[in-house]
T-cell receptor
């Protein structure tokens, strides 16, 4: 079984709808991250969490919110989806910091907002 | 604004050649540097990381770091068609917190 899973893998929704993307991990890592990737723009950090009680905004948090339900679960919500949120979304996890703290990525969710 | 710059490519090399991928970064306080490989439509996979000046080798891959020049590179020896992918450079921000990613370099290895 995959260490980092994301659901759904693909989603098509309409402008104005609320949508939630979910991420679960079995790696036992404390840190979790949400990124979006647009063609040619690389990975941009949306939100990150270093433990269940710690939530931080990334570089592009406007229009998004998150919930850290447990050490293993981190959800990303789009309260009112708009077409420019169409992108590939990745969840990632890492251990507890330090110079070799490596991020491991889930398989991604392809979101299309019509 | 912390920046990580990579040539978008594509970088085209013949099978068996050495591919050289480069990355520069703006935050002089950065301590750790990561190379990820990403196939189209797939998630990034770690190739290797480096945090000491000099070279670090892992199989066909060698990462090189020069903190004074704020430059990190990845060499791929004996390139194979299966190495064709986008290579992402990522820089760990001061305080070992988050990563800033470059936009990636596309590598094409022709048989």
């Amino acid at each position: 079984d995959a260490d980092v899973t994301q659901t759904p893998r693909n989603r098509i929704t309409k402008t104005g709808k609320r949508i939630m993307l979910e991420c679960s991990q079995t790696k036992g890592h404390d840190r979790m991250y949400w990124y979006r990737q647009d063609p040619g723009l690389g990975l941009q950090l949306i939100y990150y969490s270093f433990d269940v009680k710690d939530i931080n905004k990334g570089e592009i948090s406007d229009g998004y919110s998150v919930s850290r339900q447990a050490q293993a679960k981190f959800s990303l919500s789009l309260e009112s989806a708009i077409p420019n949120q169409t992108a590939l979304y990745f969840c990632a996890t890492s251990d507890s910091g330090g110079p070799s703290d490596t991020q491991y990525f889930g398989p991604g969710t392809r979101l299309t907002v019509l | 604004q912390k920046e990580v710059e990579q040539n978008s490519g594509p970088l085209s090399v013949p099978e068996g050649a050495i591919a050289s991928l480069n990355c520069t970064y703006s935050d002089r306080g950065s301590q750790s540097f990561f190379w990820y490989r990403q196939y189209s439509g797939k998630s990034p996979e770690l190739i290797m990381f480096i945090y000491s000046n000099g070279d670090k080798e892992d199989g066909r891959f060698t990462a090189q770091l020069n903190k004074a020049s704020q430059y990190v590179s990845l060499l791929i020896r004996d390139s194979q068609p299966s190495d064709s992918a986008t290579y992402l450079c990522a820089v760990m921000n001061s305080g070992y917190s988050t990563l800033t990613f470059g936009k990636g370099t596309m590598l094409l290895v022709s048989p």
